[in-house]
């Protein structure tokens, strides 16, 4: 479970979002909608804690995400909403140093089934500069299944996928969930999903209502 209280944001003098509260429990799929600059990226950010310091609580499992924060972080996989992939490294070995920095050490099996999965079969030693934007994703959702989780924070995971990949991301989605995974995500896209999907919308708060 995924719990968030009070979560309040500013950039510069602007009020994103004030007070914003989350309870997020095993087995569910949630989407952060919301216009353009509304905030969707940061409060992701906000809640993995990448965001810097600002107001609220986030608590995984009923424990402090920040007092715990080496639990939090190993139960949790924030992909940005750019890929985050070394263009010199090959795709092993992207996903390879990926794994370690959590202090994992990944069999070639791994990588070949996370590849496999992602449709980039035999791309393992392919230098990642030789890749296109959609493959380049695609290599960044396979650490979905390189580094299993169960909380999976997801920032605009459908840009420059093609349209069957979009199907098979949302078939992850389901089935993490189904698993009792907690999905969140940023997306402009519509899902179309076999279970119930949660939203949370955030709008520009009115300039000054801070
Ligand atoms: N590093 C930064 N410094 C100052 N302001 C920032 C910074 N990053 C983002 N912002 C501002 O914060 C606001 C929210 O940005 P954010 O990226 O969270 O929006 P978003 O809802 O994810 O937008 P989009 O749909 O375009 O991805 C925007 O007005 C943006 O200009």
């Known amino acids: 479970m995924l719990r968030v209280q009070g979560l309040t944001a500013w950039r510069e003098d602007r009020c994103l979002y004030r007070d914003v509260a989350l309870a997020l429990p095993a087995g569910s799929i949630t989407q952060i909608r919301g216009p353009n600059g509304a905030g969707k990226t940061t409060l992701l950010k906000h809640i993995a804690g990448l965001a810097g310091h600002r107001a609220g609580l986030v608590s995984w499992l009923a424990y402090d995400s920040h007092n715990d924060r080496d639990d939090f972080l190993h139960n949790l996989l924030y992909l940005g909403h750019l890929p985050g992939i070394k263009s010199a490294l090959s795709v092993a070995e992207n996903l390879t140093a990926l794994a370690a920095c959590?202090?994992?050490?990944?069999?070639?099996?791994?990588?070949?089934?996370?590849?496999?999965?992602?449709?980039?079969?035999?791309?393992?030693?392919?230098?990642?500069?030789?890749?296109?934007?959609?493959?380049?994703?695609?290599v960044a959702l396979a650490r979905l299944f390189t580094e299993p989780v169960a909380l999976w924070l997801l920032d605009e995971p459908f840009t420059a996928i093609d349209q069957a990949g979009v199907r098979e991301l949302e078939g992850w989605l389901v089935a993490h969930a189904a698993h009792g995974g907690v999905v969140l995500l940023t997306t402009h896209h519509q899902l179309h999903v076999s279970c119930p999907v949660h939203y949370v919308d955030l709008l520009p708060l009115p300039e000054g209502r801070d």
């Open 102 to 138: 959590r202090g994992v050490s990944l069999p070639p099996e791994t990588i070949s089934y996370a590849l496999n999965t992602v449709k980039l079969a035999g791309y393992d030693d392919m230098p990642c500069h030789q890749l296109s934007a959609g493959q380049l994703r695609r």
